[in-house]
């Protein structure tokens, strides 16, 4: 078990995540394909970040409608061989300025890979900011996850697992939470504030793993979902680009559509977002990689 320590900077953390999503979503906006340089001053905004916290950043640069775009990959070296990747994408559906979808995954990505250079890690780390994971890109050879794993599957290079940050940053107590399925609010939360941690059934050990660590060193509530890749929903992130190639993979997010109305539209804005409990998300992701 890893504790949490005393002196832990939360009043940091929680102002650092404020200030990445207001770069990504505010200064910068929507960021995809047809807003000319909107994905390349994301990609450098992303970039100066990793480097200011003393990482090496290599861009896996491909084309795509006739336009150069890039995967950020970053590492930290660990004690053992095992390799955890946590990632999360950086573009936007056009129109929308994606505080919550996805400049919170982004993020929290950025500020673990912060307190990941801090501390001595089992695992190697590899921190990654996708591009183009939304439509039309999503599933298909030019969704920038499914770039990256096939690259990892030409390669030879096997992950333990795949954890994909999607939407963290959207908790109201006063909301309510909407389901898949009809019944699901009988075996899960009614109110719209609590983080989900989902898995195929490949990666039960890892879902159940992350929700154990989190609870334990956050003060957030905490689900999980195991189900078959065709559940609804299910699959709608990076990490579905990791099962499609063979690896364990684990989404953590606040339930993105079925949670904020928000979803894909110009209101996904900034002051939409509970940034005390992304702090408390963001701090049980840290100490819970640790722990793996």
């Known amino acids: 078990m890893i504790e949490m320590q005393k002196d832990f900077d939360k009043k940091t953390l929680k102002d650092n995540l404020q200030e990445h999503v207001e770069h ?3 200064k910068i ?3 995809h394909l047809w807003k000319e340089h909107s994905l390349d001053k994301a990609a ?4 100066a970040v990793l480097r200011t916290n003393r990482y090496a950043v290599r861009r896996q640069t491909f084309t795509c409608y006739g336009k150069s775009v890039s995967n950020l990959i970053a590492e930290r070296a660990g004690d053992g061989d095992r390799v955890v990747l946590i990632g999360a994408h950086y573009d936007t559906v056009p129109g929308s300025p994606g505080a919550d979808d996805n400049a919170s995954g982004v993020a929290g990505v950025l500020e673990i890979a912060r307190l990941s250079r801090e501390v001595s890690n089992k695992n190697r780390l590899i921190f ?3 591009v183009n994971e939304e439509p039309p890109c999503f599933g298909t050879p030019n969704m920038g996850s499914m ?4 690259s990892l599957r030409q390669r030879g290079e096997t992950l333990e697992v795949m954890i994909c940050l999607e939407m963290i940053g959207y908790f109201r107590d006063d909301e309510r939470q909407q389901y898949p399925f009809p019944g699901m609010e009988l075996f899960f939360p009614r109110t719209a504030n609590f983080l989900a941690v989902v898995g195929n059934f490949r990666s039960l050990r890892y879902v159940s793993a992350l929700k154990k660590g989190i609870r334990r060193n956050a003060e957030v509530n905490v689900r999980s979902l195991v189900a078959p890749e065709q559940v609804a929903g299910i699959n709608r992130s990076d990490h579905f680009a990791f099962w499609h190639h063979g690896s364990r993979a684990v989404m953590v997010t606040d339930t993105a559509y079925f949670r904020n109305k928000n979803y894909h539209q110009e209101t996904d804005t900034i002051e939409t977002l509970n940034f005390d409990a992304m702090t408390e998300v963001v701090k ?9």
């Open 29 to 31: 906006g929507d960021r």
């Open 284 to 292: 049980g992701l840290h100490y819970a990689l640790q722990a793996l």
């Open 147 to 150: 770039v990256y794993a096939n």
């Open 44 to 47: 450098e905004y992303i970039e």
């Open 24 to 26: 990504l979503s505010v």
């Open 128 to 130: 990654t900011a996708f």
